[in-house]
């Protein structure tokens, strides 16, 4: 793995260089306290991992991380930053992957390096990898972002739950918001899986700066069809993340268990978005808007792709820095019993809940019934379709 550091206080230097000297994964270590060469370093490497002060003479640490993305976009940025206001963040958010506070804890420059090696193991293409690196934001849906904007604008008669609401219905903008709490800067070794929390943890007024005034959340104009497609999508996320919650409640989950299976129901066909935006002018576009159900739709994804919509999110998701069991419900959700992991976890949840809750006809043929029987939960399904209430759901976007 090659990694680039970058900045201009020499003690901090010496710290990265005695914290990975003995790293087994990294076989270049680059550090550099000029900025300005560290440009031309971009420009003759691809680097694993890019990581930038923020303020520094000459040139700043978004113009680091902008030369990074143009020369690799498929590589991991992340940015050390003391904060001093909105504004700065909001610069910088869409080219950092990750934000990491100053003083910072070196164990979250160690944490970069793991999540880089655990994105190059995931099976993507690296066209694809490039493509997914190079992501700044999706797009929200134009009549919630106006909603949004005017409850952020109006923050005072605005309440947290009435902005909360709002996010949930686009997953695109869940991810995001997820994405930055998540960041070290805000969560320190917190895992956030909730978007009340998020939205706690980040503030109103950072939240209306990032929204309101940068390009990350432009209001651009789509394609009506897509558009269409994608107010159905999120109709049925929030649908499956019901549905979940009714599950991990009869099965007597944690607290911390149910948040992470509703969240990861939410955003699980969030690389099915991503595929649909990035794929937007292939031939076969509609294939992924409207190519069937489960691993038929996986099937058609790999062949257009070079991956399915459930290792997509999850790549993402690693990259954005998102708890792991919500990485590997999204990248599981459709064969659990491939994914290795054992007993009933949140990719139990996701699974069911993604197929049972929109009540399509002979739905529970697509369960894993093998691996829903080893976990033990197989003479609950009959229970959950009750609960849920499957057959009184409208017509599915595919799965």
Not at 262 to 270: A, E, K, Q, W
Not at 287 to 316: D, P
Not at 374 to 385: A, K, R
């Amino acid at each position: 793995m090659k990694i680039l550091f970058v900045d201009d206080e020499p003690a901090i230097l010496r710290t990265i260089r005695r914290t990975l000297r003995n790293l087994p994964d990294t076989d270049r270590l680059d550090l550099e306290g000029d900025p300005l060469a560290a440009l031309r370093r971009l420009r003759e490497t691809d680097y694993d991992l890019v990581v930038t002060d923020m303020r520094m003479p000459g040139c700043n640490g978004v113009q680091v991380l902008q030369e990074a993305a143009r020369c690799n976009p498929g590589g991991l940025r992340a940015v050390l930053s003391g904060y001093s206001g909105e504004a700065e963040m909001a610069e910088v958010v869409p080219y950092a992957h990750l934000i990491i506070g100053k003083p910072f804890d070196p164990k979250a420059i160690t944490d970069l390096i793991e999540r880089a090696s655990a994105l190059a193991e995931m099976p993507l293409p690296d066209g694809l990898r490039r493509r997914l690196g190079g992501l700044r934001a999706l797009p929200p849906l134009p009549h919630l972002f106006t909603h949004l904007t005017k409850a952020l604008e109006e923050d005072q008669s605005s309440s947290l739950t009435d902005i909360c609401a709002l996010l949930n219905q686009d997953m695109a903008l869940v991810a995001k918001i997820m994405q930055l709490a998540n960041s070290a800067f805000f969560a320190g070794r917190t895992q956030v899986v909730r978007i009340e929390q998020a939205v706690q943890m980040l503030g109103i007024r950072l939240l209306s700066s990032l929204v309101l005034q940068h390009e990350m959340f432009v209001n651009s104009p789509q394609n009506p069809n897509l558009l269409s497609w994608r107010e159905r999508l999120n109709r049925e996320g929030l649908k499956t993340a019901a549905a979940a919650m009714r599950i991990a409640r009869h099965r007597q989950m944690s607290t911390a268990e149910r948040e992470e299976s509703t969240m990861g129901s939410l955003l699980h066909d969030i690389g099915r978005l991503v595929l649909a935006a990035e794929f937007q002018d292939h031939p076969d576009r509609g294939t992924l808007l409207e190519g069937g159900s489960g691993i038929q739709l996986c099937n058609e994804e790999i062949r257009i792709a070079g991956a399915h919509h459930g290792w997509v999110g999850a790549y993402l998701m690693r990259l954005w820095g998102l708890p792991q069991p919500l990485v590997q419900a999204v990248a599981w959700h459709h064969h659990p019993s491939r994914s290795g992991i054992e007993g009933f976890t949140t990719l139990t949840v996701v699974h069911v809940a993604d197929i049972i809750a929109h009540g399509a006809p002979g739905a529970e043929a697509h369960l894993d019934l093998d691996y829903l029987s080893e976990v033990g939960c197989l003479d609950d399904i009959p229970v959950w379709m009750e609960l849920i209430g499957s057959s009184t759901s409208d017509s599915a976007v595919g799965h």
